[in-house]
């Protein structure tokens, strides 16, 4: 299949009405921007949790053209409403810490579990026709048992945030088989990226490191920072998100959204210091959480998604990390303190 061009994609968007959940956070914001672009209606549907990265900056070059609902998906009435009308669903909402599932497992399930399930039997009750994709993560594999992984790899995850999500994954497909809801489901490797949190190093490994080098600070590198992993630049996700959805072949299956370029944790710290020209680096043992959750080496093999849906990343780490560090520099003061803090700042400087 031949890569879809941005003239396809806004002939395919153009007037459509999609919905995003958690459309304030970080891959959620970067997607509303794009479909916004792209001349689509675009409703925002985002709790606004705390530490779970919604951040109204995020929207800020289009807030006059999207709808935005401070709700969550675990609110039947509203997701009901909401669902309506809509060509497309982007299902992004969720509890993505790793960390904090380990010690408390509730939000996984409340949020992850039960909130996609109160979204597709709104779909199959208000919405039928619309279609559905959901992002899931890398994480839903746990141990790799070969490299590169494929999509046909055992899915044995090594906590209740990867098991959620991928328990949230299946109720989507039982609603694509069973009751016909088009769906897509995309299992995400390592994102990073403009708008993203950066209060916080629970989830966001990349943009973490990025801050600390932007601070001058030093980088901790766990082991001897040989563990592999594929990163992927938002825009590439986005891009690989939007094509999915209006791919037919697409409809009920699963697809790796990765790079098949391994790199390993050393390489990542050092080509962000080479290219902020701060920071320095250290290595570190794991913590236990940290132990507890470590894979030794993921790579996501793409074969799939290059072959139904033409996409494939094309922006090297280089670049990647080039405009994220430029866009946090531009933009600190409101991703280095929360958005509450930012309004009073705000407020006291108007009083």
């Not at 925002?44 to 900056?57: K, Q, R, T, V």
């Not at 299992?187 to 949190?197: A, E, F, K, V, W």
């Amino acid at each position: 299949m031949t890569e879809l061009s941005n003239a396809q994609l806004a002939k395919s968007f153009a007037g459509k009405s999609a919905l995003i959940t958690g459309g304030m956070g970080f891959i959620g914001s970067n997607l509303a921007i794009r479909l916004a672009e792209l001349g689509a209606k675009v409703t925002i549907l985002d709790a606004m949790i705390s530490d779970y990265g919604g951040n109204e900056f995020n929207i800020c070059p289009v807030k006059d053209q999207v709808k935005v609902n401070f709700c969550d998906i675990r609110d039947q009435s509203a997701v009901n409403y909401l669902v309506r009308g809509q060509d497309f669903i982007f299902h992004l909402a969720g509890q993505g810490c790793h960390v904090m599932s380990l010690t408390n497992p509730f939000p996984d399930i409340e949020i992850n579990i039960t909130g996609t399930a109160i979204i597709m039997e709104a779909c199959k009750k208000y919405n039928p026709d619309a279609i559905v994709v959901y992002t899931g993560t890398r994480g839903q594999y746990g141990e790799a048992v070969s490299l590169p992984v494929n999509e046909e790899a055992p899915t044995n995850p090594k906590g209740i945030y990867e098991i959620s999500n991928l328990t949230a994954e299946k109720i989507i497909k039982v609603y694509n088989d069973v009751h016909n809801i088009r769906s897509v489901l995309l299992r995400l490797t390592n994102i990073y990226g403009p708008r993203s949190q950066m209060l916080h190093s629970r989830f966001g490994v990349a943009n973490w490191f990025m801050r600390l080098a932007i601070d001058d600070d030093t980088i901790k590198v766990f082991g001897d920072g040989s563990n592999l992993r594929d990163f992927v630049y938002v825009d590439d996700c986005v891009d690989a998100i939007l094509k999915a959805s209006i791919t037919e072949k697409a409809y009920g299956e699963i697809f790796n959204v990765g790079s098949d370029i391994p790199v390993s944790f050393l390489e990542l710290v050092t080509k962000i210091i080479e290219v902020a020209k701060t920071g320095h680096w250290e290595f570190a043992e794991f913590s236990a959480e940290r132990k507890a959750m470590a894979v030794d080496a993921f790579c996501s093999d793409i074969t799939k998604i290059k072959k139904i849906v033409g996409w494939q990343p094309t922006t090297t780490l280089e670049e990647g990390v080039a405009k994220t560090i430029e866009y946090y520099r531009q933009n600190k003061s409101h991703y280095w303190t929360t958005p509450e803090a930012v309004e009073r700042k705000l407020v006291a400087e108007r009083a």
